[in-house]
């Protein structure tokens, strides 16, 4: 226990040391949460709060176009322009405001498309009708020429996000889908002479409602604080991997790590001391990044982080985080010859575990061949068991699996570290 102590002293001393790097370990990740997560919480409320200026040409001037317009302002989300600096929108001027950047979307809709639309319409239920032999009850309409395809064009700017252009187009979509519905029924009414209310139900049969969890009765929603503070602390976290490893080869270019050989000191003692030191390290990390998703973002008109009765398993997700890191360090450090190899490896590899494990880009949206290999992420394991404590409302048996994962992935890095370092003294 004396040994294992006076390895803890070691390495508290030799961070003393550097209180520069030491402050920046804690500092840095902090300014990255709250840089990350108003930069996020600001486009979120872009998307839903502010409201996007669209150009929309209107050619029609029929029932469409009024369906389309009144959709587009009772979204909230758009802002609808028909005019620049005065002149009436054209298709030519919309076009060329969208590639140039200065707007995202163009709307134009046809000439006559809700006259055409009507007719189209009329003509195929006089088509059914008739096959029902019913053309002798009702009136005959002069027989009219077949109606052409009408095209609603859409101009997107060229750096707008495909996420983007797919929801405006299935919501023009639906809006049309619904007018036509709508000019359906009242075709059929007019075919079969019947004058008033609407003899059909024209409201959506089917619909939508959205399940979320509930706790004491109120939604679960989750919010940019929920997804940025688990998601970041895992990335500090697993930072401690650069310090960690040059401290190592640091102690081996100075001749410290023979000085301990030589001494009655066992080369797991050391390794126990260098894990306590920066778990505590670690564990910091984790409290001021709570901290600030507590305390600091609701002054910044951020949404304030819930910990209430999920502290505990958030801080057991951490330590065994922490581990993990811890041992993908030491493992770095007692491989890499020099600072030059462990420094750059190590800032690189922790960047790729965070980009495969789903800090950056939600795991679902990857390819499917990177859904599979971000399994073998530890930053994944512990990014699924913060999830399960803090939008899945999940118990310790919730995130045994990932603390396992974890727990071994420490234990498998160790273990490797210790028998390469004896096989290297060995030869």
Same mark, same amino acid.
């Given at each position: 226990?004396?040994?294992?102590?006076?390895?803890?002293?070691?390495?508290?001393?030799?961070?003393?040391?550097?209180?520069?790097?030491?402050?920046?370990?804690?500092?840095?990740?902090?300014?990255?949460?709250?840089?990350?997560?108003?930069?996020?919480?600001?486009?979120?409320?872009?998307?839903?709060?502010?409201?996007?200026?669209?150009?929309?040409?209107?050619?029609?001037?029929?029932?469409?176009?009024?369906?389309?317009?009144?959709?587009?302002?009772?979204?909230?989300?758009?802002?609808?322009?028909?005019?620049?600096?005065?002149?009436?929108?054209?298709?030519?001027?919309?076009?060329?405001?969208?590639?140039?950047?200065?707007?995202?979307?163009?709307?134009?809709?046809?000439?006559?498309?809700?006259?055409?639309?009507?007719?189209?319409?009329?003509?195929?239920?006089?088509?059914?009708?008739?096959?029902?032999?019913? @053309?002798?009850?009702? !009136?005959?309409? %002069?027989? =009219?020429?077949?109606?052409?395809? /009408? $095209? #609603?064009?859409?101009?997107? +700017?060229?750096?707008?996000?495909?996420?983007?252009?797919?929801?405006?187009?299935?919501?023009?979509?639906?809006?049309?889908?619904?007018?036509?519905?709508?000019?359906?029924?009242?075709?059929?009414?007019?075919?079969?002479? @019947?004058?008033?209310? !609407?003899?059909? %139900?024209? =409201?959506?049969?089917?619909?939508? /409602? $959205? #399940?979320?969890?509930?706790? +004491?009765?109120?939604?679960?929603?989750?919010?940019?604080?929920?997804?940025?503070?688990?998601?970041?602390?895992?990335?500090?976290?697993?930072?401690?991997?650069?310090?960690?490893?040059?401290?190592?080869?640091?102690?081996?270019?100075?001749?410290?790590?023979?000085?301990?050989?030589?001494?009655?000191?066992?080369?797991?003692?050391?390794?126990?001391?260098?894990?306590?030191?920066?778990?505590?390290?670690?564990?910091?990390?984790?409290?001021?990044?709570?901290?600030?998703?507590?305390?600091?973002?609701?002054?910044?008109?951020?949404?304030?982080?819930?910990?209430?009765?999920?502290?505990?398993?958030?801080?057991?997700?951490?330590?065994?985080?922490?581990?993990?890191?811890?041992?993908?360090?030491?493992?770095?450090?007692?491989?890499?010859?020099?600072?030059?190899?462990?420094?750059?490896?190590?800032?690189?590899?922790?960047?790729?575990?965070?980009?495969?494990?789903?800090?950056?880009?939600?795991?679902?949206?990857?390819?499917?061949?990177?859904?599979?290999?971000?399994?073998?992420?530890?930053?994944?394991?512990?990014?699924?068991?913060?999830?399960?404590?803090?939008?899945?409302?999940?118990?310790?048996?919730?995130?045994?699996?990932?603390?396992?994962?974890?727990?071994?992935?420490?234990?498998?890095?160790?273990?490797?570290?210790?028998?390469?370092?004896?096989?290297?003294?060995?030869?």
């Amino acid at each position: 226990m004396y040994k294992f102590l006076m390895s803890v002293q070691k390495e508290m001393l030799l961070l003393r040391r550097d209180l520069g790097g030491l402050v920046i370990l804690f500092l840095m990740p902090l300014v990255l949460i709250v840089t990350v997560t108003l930069i996020q919480d600001s486009t979120f409320k872009s998307v839903t709060e502010s409201k996007i200026p669209i150009l929309l040409v209107d050619n029609d001037n029929g029932e469409i176009s009024k369906t389309v317009k009144s959709s587009l302002n009772e979204s909230g989300s758009f802002e609808i322009v028909t005019e620049i600096k005065g002149a009436a929108l054209t298709e030519a001027m919309a076009g060329e405001a969208v590639f140039k950047g200065k707007y995202q979307l163009a709307i134009v809709i046809p000439e006559k498309l809700s006259v055409d639309l009507e007719k189209k319409v009329t003509q195929n239920v006089e088509d059914i009708i008739s096959k029902f032999g019913l @053309e002798d009850t009702i !009136p005959k309409a %002069e027989k =009219e020429k077949a109606v052409k395809t /009408k $095209e #609603i064009k859409m101009y997107f +700017d060229p750096a707008t996000q495909l996420t983007f252009k797919n929801g405006v187009k299935n919501a023009i979509d639906k809006m049309i889908s619904q007018v036509e519905t709508k000019s359906i029924y009242k075709a059929f009414q007019d075919q079969l002479g @019947e004058e008033g209310e !609407p003899i059909f %139900e024209q =409201e959506n049969f089917i619909t939508f /409602k $959205e #399940i979320v969890p509930k706790v +004491d009765n109120k939604e679960i929603l989750p919010n940019s604080v929920q997804h940025n503070v688990p998601a970041w602390t895992l990335f500090a976290i697993f930072f401690i991997v650069v310090p960690l490893s040059i401290n190592i080869v640091k102690e081996k270019g100075q001749g410290t790590q023979i000085r301990l050989i030589t001494n009655p000191v066992p080369y797991a003692v050391v390794i126990a001391g260098k894990t306590a030191t920066y778990l505590i390290i670690c564990m910091i990390q984790f409290l001021l990044m709570v901290a600030v998703g507590v305390y600091l973002f609701p002054y910044l008109g951020l949404p304030v982080l819930e910990i209430e009765g999920k502290l505990i398993l958030m801080s057991l997700v951490a330590l065994f985080s922490g581990l993990a890191a811890i041992g993908f360090g030491i493992l770095l450090g007692t491989v890499a010859k020099t600072q030059e190899q462990s420094a750059p490896f190590g800032a690189t590899s922790v960047v790729i575990l965070a980009a495969i494990g789903g800090v950056w880009v939600p795991v679902f949206a990857m390819p499917k061949i990177m859904q599979f290999v971000s399994h073998i992420s530890p930053m994944n394991w512990g990014l699924n068991a913060f999830y399960d404590v803090l939008l899945r409302n999940g118990s310790i048996v919730e995130i045994l699996p990932e603390i396992n994962l974890l727990l071994l992935f420490f234990i498998l890095t160790i273990t490797i570290a210790i028998v390469y370092d004896k096989k290297k003294r060995a030869v």
